[in-house]
Nanobody, 121 residues
Framework: QVHVVESGGGLVQAGGSLRLACAAS????????MGWYRQGPGKQRELVSG???????NYADSVKGRFTISRDNAKNTVYLQMNSLKPEDTAVYYC???????????????WGQGTQVTVSS
């Protein structure tokens, strides 16, 4: 079994910063990619940023230049540093990981429960 847990959300004023963390644990053989999605009120879930085990990254256009994703492969943990936050960044942020376990030996997707980020004006 694989567990994915997010932390670091909260309430912040526009222009402020937050740092999210996501840790995957369990019977993990390898992780192909970890990333962050978000879903704002009345919106579809969208990809914010992703990072491969080798460090390759991508970002949604709306967060480029403001958010930075990083990872610690030894701890199966990914971080999202969010700077210059805007009210439109308000959403539940979900961590996702594509994981191969010892039992299955094939990659499967796992999701965290989400962490709320609220940016006030």
């Amino acid at each position: 079994q694989v567990h994915v847990v997010e932390s670091g959300g909260g309430l912040v004023q526009a222009g402020g910063s937050l740092r999210l963390a996501c840790a995957a644990s369990g019977s993990i053989l390898s992780i192909n990619v970890m990333g962050w999605y978000r879903q704002g009120p009345g919106k579809q879930r969208e990809l914010v940023s992703g990072i491969t085990s080798g460090g390759r990254t991508n970002y949604a256009d709306s967060v480029k230049g403001r958010f930075t994703i990083s990872r610690d492969n030894a701890k199966n943990t990914v971080y999202l540093q969010m700077n210059s936050l805007k009210p439109e960044d308000t959403a539940v942020y979900y961590c996702a990981a594509t994981v191969r376990t010892f039992e299955k030996m094939t990659f499967s997707n796992y999701w965290g429960q989400g962490t709320q980020v609220t940016v006030s004006s």
